[in-house]
């Protein structure tokens, strides 16, 4: 694994923070497959794209308010991980 130098701490926040962003895009976006397309908005392919970039912000949102919690884990274990790999370059 490659060693964490100094000052990667932001790097490594903002890493673990688009994962978490990442990985709620990719929930939300099951929780949205279910729900069926309003006719009245007409549907079709513009507004798939248009909910899957829309899903996607959702997810960076909530990461970027605090998340769920999965970018601090992230970031403890890649730390914990780097400790038992003898620590930073």
Request: glycine share 16%.
């Given at each position: 694994?490659?060693?964490?130098?100094?000052?990667?701490g932001p790097e490594l926040d903002k890493?673990?923070?688009?994962?978490?962003?990442?990985?709620?895009?990719?929930?939300?976006?099951?929780?949205?497959?279910?729900?069926?397309?309003?006719?009245?908005?007409?549907?079709?392919?513009?507004?798939?794209?248009?909910?899957?970039?829309?899903?996607?912000?959702?997810?960076?949102?909530?990461?970027?308010?605090?998340?769920?919690?999965?970018?601090?884990?992230?970031?403890?274990?890649?730390?914990?991980?780097?400790?038992?790999?003898?620590?930073?370059?």
């Amino acid at each position: 694994m490659p060693r964490l130098g100094k000052g990667a701490g932001p790097e490594l926040d903002k890493t673990a923070r688009d994962f978490e962003a990442v990985f709620l895009s990719s929930m939300f976006s099951q929780m949205w497959s279910g729900l069926e397309v309003d006719p009245t908005f007409g549907g079709g392919h513009a507004e798939e794209m248009w909910r899957g970039m829309m899903v996607e912000e959702y997810g960076k949102m909530v990461a970027s308010s605090g998340g769920v919690g999965i970018a601090q884990q992230m970031k403890a274990q890649l730390l914990r991980m780097q400790e038992v790999a003898g620590g930073p370059a």
